[in-house]
């Protein structure tokens, strides 16, 4: 089945510095992934769209300056959390859709990087 | 996209059947039924998805109303593994940029 790899699974950084988190397809190749993030005890919360070759397109209210998306082939996406501060501490998930043939074709999700900034 | 209504939580006995609900009631007619889960600490897991028929996967059944306002996931025999926050989405199944919405879910708590 189509896998999807993230990485780092988990990051402690200290406020102020900068942390990139990868995800990757491993199986399929995926012109689209999404980045989701996800507050202890709360839903996933969809943050952008991730497209290959162009700019993501952000969910409104999440700032494309602190959390910058790069998607510079079809099997890697990466999120950069800028100048990271205490709020921005928590699990963040990507997922891809494998590109359909025809009809439907589900997400599948990485196993998500959790991120402490102290 | 439209909106989805589940229980909070729902317990059930091992190897016991299990029958989530889920309601959406302003489906549109090209709305696509998802189900995920997420188990604790890893990103959510594709579980069965339908439009308007009842399917069927080696996971789990889906079972659509006729009016296809409701839904029910079915687990036949839970296990502790079943353990895990369902998620009941709708959204169009085509194009490059669909995405999915997560409300809440259901917390499913599976007794030994």
């Known amino acids: 089945g189509a896998v999807v790899s993230q990485h780092p699974s988990w990051v402690i950084c200290k406020s102020g510095t900068s942390v990139k988190i990868e995800c990757r397809s491993l199986?399929?190749?995926?012109?689209?992934m999404f980045w989701y993030r996800q507050f202890p005890k709360q839903s996933l919360m969809l943050m952008a769209t991730s497209n290959e070759g162009s700019k993501a397109t952000y969910e409104q209210g999440v700032e494309k300056d602190k959390f910058l998306i790069n998607h510079a082939s079809l099997t890697l996406s990466t999120l950069t959390v800028t100048s990271a501060h205490p709020e921005d501490s928590s699990f963040y998930i990507c997922s891809a859709r494998t590109d359909p043939t025809g009809g439907y074709s589900p997400l599948h999700f990485g196993n998500g990087t959790r991120l402490t900034v102290t | 996209d439209a909106k989805t209504t589940q229980p909070n939580s729902m317990e059930s006995n091992e190897e016991e059947p299990v029958h989530l609900p889920c309601n959406h009631s302003?489906?549109?007619?090209?709305?696509?039924i998802h189900w995920y889960r997420q188990l604790p600490s890893q990103g959510p897991e594709y579980v069965i998805h339908g439009l308007t028929s009842n399917v069927n996967n080696r996971m789990a059944s889906l079972a659509i109303a006729e009016d296809r306002k409701s839904s029910t996931l079915i687990l036949h025999r839970a296990t502790l593994r079943d353990a895990a926050v369902y998620y009941c989405?709708?959204?169009?199944?085509?194009?490059?940029?669909?995405?999915?919405?997560f409300g809440k879910g259901t917390l499913l708590t599976v007794n030994p």
């Open positions: 989405i709708l959204s169009g199944s085509g194009g490059s940029n669909y995405k999915l919405t």
């Open positions: 199986d399929f190749q995926a012109t689209t």
């Open positions: 302003t489906i549109s007619g090209t709305d696509y």
